[in-house]
């Protein structure tokens, strides 16, 4: 299994270390504040709360790009744990190349402690993830951790996704991630109540889900982020 090359990096004078991809010469997340941003980009503009306080199913799909520390991951766990009907199972499907290893993402988390809840028994089960999906929080919640090329793996996916996180490292850094094949592949697994977010506003991932039949909206992105992206599936190329 690959591995990231990543460094601990201070950003500013006022931020703890946090964990950058020298592949990829970006960062994991926002140093203003990375749960903060998960929650305003992924969880807000996919109006997550308002849909699982209103959940008619027995289940819900969430499919990321770009696994990293697992922030989404845990952040989407907890809120889903503290208002999903009880009887509703969360699948969280997730594309990672670069896995971190059991040090690197349980460094990573240390910075949530407000997360314990959820990172503890995820760490506990970590070094089986990339094998199986595997049951958590009593079996409230299904992760399906994907290694490998995004593309590659959404393409041998037959899963609906409910909602989707793309979260990559940026367009600008990583464009082989952000492309038309993608888009594609997403709109395959992809229904009328299918929404999108995503915490950049490039140009070339705009156009591309216009292109495979995403509606697209530009709002205020987080932090020191200008814009991002939301919307839905149409259908309608």
């Known amino acids: 299994m690959q591995n990231p090359i990543i460094e601990w990096r201070s950003l500013n004078q006022q931020s703890q270390p946090q964990p950058y991809s020298i592949i990829f010469d970006d960062v994991y997340y926002s140093s203003d504040n990375g749960l903060l941003e998960t929650d305003y980009v992924f969880l807000q503009g996919n109006h997550l709360r308002q849909r699982w306080q209103a959940l008619s199913s027995n289940s819900f799909t969430i499919i990321e790009t770009g696994f990293g520390t697992g922030l989404n991951f845990l952040c989407a766990s907890q809120v889903w744990l503290q208002i999903a009907p009880k009887n509703a199972t969360l699948h969280f499907i997730s594309t990672e190349k670069y896995l971190l290893n059991f040090q690197e993402i349980s460094t990573a988390l240390q910075a949530w402690p407000e997360l314990n809840e959820v990172s503890q028994p995820f760490l506990a089960q970590y070094k089986v993830l990339s094998h199986i999906p595997t049951q958590l929080f009593d079996n409230r919640v299904q992760l399906s951790l994907l290694i490998g090329d995004a593309t590659a793996s959404i393409t041998n996916l037959d899963t609906t996704a ?34 999108f977010a995503t915490f950049t506003s490039a140009g070339m991932v705009k156009h591309g889900l216009q292109a495979a039949g995403f509606r697209v909206n530009k709002q205020a992105g987080f932090g020191k982020k200008r814009e991002m992206l939301t919307g839905s599936f149409t259908g309608v190329l």
């Open 162 to 195: 409910d909602a989707w996180f793309l979260d990559g490292f940026s367009p600008a850094k990583n464009p082989d991630m952000w492309q038309s094949a993608l888009f594609v592949q997403m709109a395959r697994l992809s229904t009328s109540d299918t929404t």
